[in-house]
Structure formats: C-alpha cells, structure tokens
C-alpha cells in the first residue's frame, strides 16, 4: 500500500480548474518533489493530500485512509502528517518549546514533561537547543522553518509535506533549511516536497513531478531527470528540454516559464 | 461666584452614599466586560463560520444591539422582563443582565476583527498539527487575536464604566446616583456633581494609562 495515492483529482473555484486528474503516488520512504510555476496548483495538490483544502472530484489515499470520505476523521489524519509551510506558522504567543509541545500535548495526549523533552530532544537535532525559552519572532527565517519542521517531527509522523520550504527565505538561509531536509530523507522519512530546489530534488528525490494549469505533466524518476544535467555539465537547473517537449506533445499553450525553474 | 463648599463631605458621607454606589458601578463594569467577552467571542465565532443558520442569528442580534441606544434596552428589560416572567428582577441584577447583553455586540465586533486579523496559516497550522475547530480557535487563534485587541476591549470598558451611569433610568443605585442623593441630602448638587466628575475622570483616566501598560506588557514579540 502506498503512502500517498492520489487518485484523479480535480478541483474547482467557481469555474476555475485548480487541478485536474490529478494522479500520482508517494510509496512509503519515498521522497518526491514537486515543481512547476507559480499558479500550477502544487501548493493546492499538497494541501488536499491532508484534507486542508477540499477536492471535488477524485480519492486521495493517506495511509489507506480516504481524505475526502464524509466519515474520515481529519483531525486524526493530520496528526500523523507532518506539514511544514511557506511562512513556517509557528505560533508567536508561544515561546519555541511550547510551539514543539502544544500538539503533542492537545492532541496526542502526551504529559508536559514528556512533550517537552521530545522537544528539546528534536531542538537538539536541528540545532536550535539554544534557542528554546526564545519567541518566534527573534528567530531568523532559517531558525524559525527548522522549529517548524521539529514541530511536525514531534508528532512522529508517518510521512510530511513541505510546502515551499524555503521560499520565504533569505538565500544564505536556505541551505540550513534544506540539510535538516536532506537529513529526513536519508534516515527513511517519505516526504512530499513542493520545492524549486533542484538540488536537493537531485540529492535525495527519487521523483519529481512537474505541475502547470492544475496538471501533473511530468511525472519522472530521478535518473531520467537528472540525466540531462550531467550532459549540460549545468547544476541546479531543471531540463528544459525534456519539459517543453512534453509539453508540445501535450500540446498545452502554455506561457515561457523555463526561467522559473531555473536557479 | 460658585461659593463653592466641599466640608460636607467627611469620610462618613462618602462611605454611607458613595461607596454602596462605587462598587455596583464596578461590578456592573467588570461583569458586564467578562460576561460580554466570553458572549461577544462566541458571536463573532458564529458570524464567522461558514454555516448560515449560526451567521444570521448572530448577525441579526449584534446590529439589533448596536443600533438601539442602551437607555432603551436598560429600560425596556426592566420593564418587559417582569410581564413576561410574572415577577420583577429588581433594577441591579436586570442592569448586570442587560449591561452584559448589550456590550456583548460590541465586543463581538472587535473580537471579530481580532480573530481576522490573524493569517489563515496559523489556523492551517493548528489543523496540520492535527487540532481540532475547537483547539485551533482556543490555543492559537483567540490568544492572539484577544492580544491584539486588548487596546480596544479594554476602551470599551472604560467607556462601560461610563454608560454604567444610565442605570439612573431605573433608578439602580450606582456611583453617580450615590453623588446626586449626597447632594440633595446636603443641599449641595453643583459640588458634588463636580466631584463625580472628578472621580470618574480619575477612574478612566487611569484604566487607559493601564491600557497603556498591559499593551506593553503583553505584547506578542514579532
């Protein structure tokens, strides 16, 4: 069974399609990267996987467990995904071991202590213990992701979603980010990446989806797109070629994004 | 000129008239602001989910309340609570009922523009963690949003410590009718209506200088 499986999905506002057959699927200790330009509806794909934006056509699988089925209970759901967002989210009214305890505490019902040595225990790992009595906001953005992902980590997840990690980072940040997320992956965790960075993609992805108008337009393993890096002897960037033919073949009219993905 | 003579006041006078009147003004105050906070979140809640059948109740409640003058509604509770229980409520506890009644459309509106003054990713985050509604709304959104709001609820309740005075409409005995029957027992209504003045000058004048401070103190570090 694997870890995620999305099934034909499709979404609407109003009339807009947001995503469209939309099928794909993460297997347990997988790490998969998806890309594409802004308004391909990645980040939207990414949110449906745990029920925070609804879908109205298709399946999506977590764990065996069906997303969108009236009877499914997201709150539980969720606790086993671990998310960590854009503009990382952690809470400002709590101090940094509090953010790491609170959903340890409320929702798995562990006790104070025990929430906070987790905390610590995973502070330690990111390499922020210093920082522990500090608020949010006198953290770099670079300090402040890695909580968030010690904050998802907390609840020992089966799997974890990133989306656009490190796009609210400063450049010389990013890297810090990006090295806990390499660490994730090499230690087994099955990760879903919406990301620009093709580096890491290359390092520890084992696929990378390319989305645009709401489609999955490629969907290729990590020696297929890779290769073409190697023969340019460029890093870093994405293979255009292969991209803008699928895409003719496709043939989707589709706007020049090839500098989008290119870093 | 004024011939002003403030003697008459002693310690006995201001204890035996003033002070019955000071502390139901207060505990009008502080009822009225804890009561109408606790009720006012849970309408702002309502006018802002999703689902019709809690939007419009609340919706309707919040501009029915602010679009009557308070004297209206202190009266009108007084009066039509007796016909319609078949027994008078007496004119404080109706006072603290209706005080609380009315001020919760206020301080729904601005806990209302509290909770939408925090990003919608905070609440994703609660989700993602695995919150439910209520956890998300009571450990994340509310403390912060109560946070950012503390200026303004707590003007709001200097201005209820002032309209605490329109009990005089049903004759509850509150700080300033203590003033005016001192003033009429002693035949000396200009001072003491200049002291009332000075009293409830001094009284709100110091909650915003608290208002100041709390702000201060607990503000979130950003």
Redesign the interface.
């Known amino acids: 069974m694997p870890m995620i499986e999305i099934k034909n999905v499709g979404k609407w506002y109003g009339d807009f399609n947001v995503l469209a057959e939309c099928t794909t699927k993460v297997e347990k200790g997988e790490v998969i990267v998806v890309c594409g330009p802004s308004g391909s509806g990645k980040s939207t794909l990414i949110k449906c996987v745990n029920g925070l934006e609804p879908f109205q056509k298709g399946e999506i699988l977590v764990n065996g467990t069906s997303v969108g089925a009236p009877g499914t209970n997201l709150s539980k759901l969720r606790s086993h995904v671990g998310m960590v967002f854009q503009h990382f989210e952690l809470f400002p009214h709590m101090s940094i071991t509090e953010n790491l305890a609170i959903g340890q505490i409320k929702v798995l019902g562990r006790s104070k202590d025990e929430a906070i040595d987790k905390g610590m225990k995973l502070l330690e790992r990111v390499g922020l213990k210093a920082h522990a009595q500090k608020f949010p906001g006198q953290l770099s953005g670079g300090q402040q992701q890695r909580v968030a992902i010690a904050r998802a980590l907390a609840m020992n997840p089966i799997c974890m979603l990133f989306d656009e990690p490190t796009s609210a980072l400063d450049p010389e940040m990013i890297n810090e980010v990006l090295d806990v997320m390499v660490e994730l992956a090499k230690e087994g965790m099955t990760m879903m990446c919406v990301t620009h960075e093709m580096g890491f993609a290359r390092k520890v992805a084992n696929r990378v989806i390319f989305m645009d108008q709401g489609r999955i337009v490629e969907d290729a393993n990590k020696e297929e797109f890779s290769a073409p890096h190697a023969r340019s002897g460029r890093n870093n960037s994405w293979p255009r070629s292969s991209i803008t033919e699928q895409h003719r073949s496709a043939k989707v009219q589709r706007p020049d994004y090839s500098g989008l993905c290119t870093l | 000129m004024l011939n002003l003579d403030f003697a008459f006041l002693t310690p006995g006078v201001v204890s035996s008239y003033i002070a019955k009147g000071f502390f139901f003004s207060l505990q009008l105050t502080v009822v009225a602001m804890l009561g109408g906070i606790m009720l006012g979140t849970i309408l702002a809640l309502m006018r802002l989910s999703s689902k019709s059948w809690l939007v419009i109740p609340a919706a309707a409640y919040v501009n029915t309340m602010r679009s009557i003058p308070l004297v209206m509604v202190i009266l009108w509770f007084f009066l039509l609570i007796p016909l319609l229980t078949g027994r008078p409520l007496g004119a404080e506890m109706s006072a603290i009922i209706t005080f609380t009644l009315f001020e919760a459309a206020y301080f729904s509106e601005i806990m209302r523009a509290g909770i939408q003054s925090i990003?919608k990713?905070?609440v994703?985050?609660g989700?993602?963690?695995?919150?439910?509604y209520g956890?998300t709304m009571r450990?994340?959104v509310l403390?912060?949003a109560f946070?950012n709001m503390l200026p303004v609820l707590l003007t709001q309740t200097i201005i209820l410590f002032q309209d605490t005075s329109l009990v005089y409409a049903i004759g509850a005995y509150d700080l300033l009718k203590g003033f005016e029957i001192a003033g009429k027992n002693f035949n000396r209504p200009v001072e003491t209506y200049l002291v009332a003045a000075a009293v409830y000058f001094i009284i709100c004048f110091s909650l915003s200088m608290l208002v100041k401070v709390l702000q201060q103190r607990i503000a979130?570090?950003?």
Request: hydrophobic share 40%; net charge positive.
């Open positions: 990003p990713g905070q994703a985050a989700y993602a963690l695995g919150m439910t956890q450990e994340i403390p912060q946070r979130i570090i950003r």
